[in-house]
């Protein structure tokens, strides 16, 4: 059973299996993790809020989801809002997820 944080396993060129070290994600890209999905998905549903409750509300360890967070943050798929970290989702990170990803306050 593959872990919850897995990629798919569908990665394209220049991936870390392939011996490179692009883990970078984007709206061109399929290479969000659930963790990924998920956070994308609150901050959809709620706007934008701090980053130790995204933690909270996602059920997302605190060190984790800052790492998963300045990832999507470098992919453009979330900013920062103010000089503290408080996050939102930009356009192309909502473009980023799935139709089939539920919302989640559903």
Same mark, same amino acid.
Do not use: K
């Given at each position: 059973?593959?872990?919850?944080?897995?990629?798919?396993?569908?990665?394209?060129?220049?991936?870390?299996? &392939?011996?490179?070290? &692009?883990?970078?994600?984007? !709206?061109?890209?399929?290479?969000?993790?659930?963790?990924?999905?998920?956070?994308?998905?609150? %901050?959809? &549903?709620?706007?934008?809020?701090?980053?130790?409750?995204?933690?909270?509300?996602?059920?997302?360890?605190?060190?984790?989801?800052?790492?998963?967070?300045?990832?999507?943050?470098?992919?453009? %798929?979330?900013?920062?809002?103010?000089?503290?970290?408080?996050?939102?989702?930009?356009?192309?990170?909502?473009?980023?997820?799935?139709?089939?990803? !539920?919302?989640?306050?559903?």
């Amino acid at each position: 059973m593959a872990a919850p944080d897995a990629q798919p396993t569908d990665r394209s060129a220049g991936s870390a299996e &392939d011996g490179g070290s &692009d883990d970078r994600i984007g !709206p061109g890209r399929q290479s969000l993790t659930r963790s990924d999905e998920r956070l994308l998905s609150y %901050l959809a &549903d709620v706007g934008a809020d701090y980053q130790a409750f995204i933690a909270g509300n996602t059920g997302l360890y605190g060190d984790h989801a800052e790492s998963r967070l300045t990832a999507l943050e470098d992919a453009g %798929l979330v900013e920062r809002v103010s000089g503290e970290a408080v996050y939102r989702v930009t356009d192309a990170g909502r473009e980023a997820l799935r139709d089939d990803c !539920p919302r989640w306050s559903d």
